[in-house]
């Protein structure tokens, strides 16, 4: 047995969606590459389950905070680059709440 036939089974065996047969098994308690890439498996699971129990929230000032910030390097830049600033922030901020909805939806079915 190779590390190559068990790795792509390592995430279902963190998820309990697979079992291991023997000869399996055996191969990974005596591999250290495998029990490495299990317990990286494992991180990104409970750390998929904090994202799902922790909000993320961001700061009401966000907006506020970028238009100063703006102000301060780009003195005399005109309105439109201001308001593409802001476009760009909504957008990344979007995309970023976007995502974390997608992780949070994905680990609770890996939960349940």
Do not use: F
Request: aromatic residues 4%; positive net charge.
């Amino acid at each position: 047995m190779q590390c190559d036939d068990v790795a792509p089974l390592l995430a279902g065996v963190v998820d309990g969606s697979t079992v291991l047969d023997v000869r399996s098994s055996g191969h990974v308690s005596s591999c250290l590459r495998c029990q490495a890439e299990l317990a990286r498996y494992r991180r990104l699971l409970r750390g998929l389950r904090q994202l799902r129990d922790e909000p993320v929230a961001m700061p009401a000032d966000l907006l506020a905070s970028v238009y100063a910030r703006l102000d301060e390097s780009n003195a005399g830049a005109p309105w439109a680059r201001r308001v593409a600033y802001a476009g760009a922030l909504a957008a990344t901020a979007a995309g970023a709440a976007g995502a974390i909805v997608l992780v949070a939806s994905r680990s609770r079915r890996l939960a349940s």
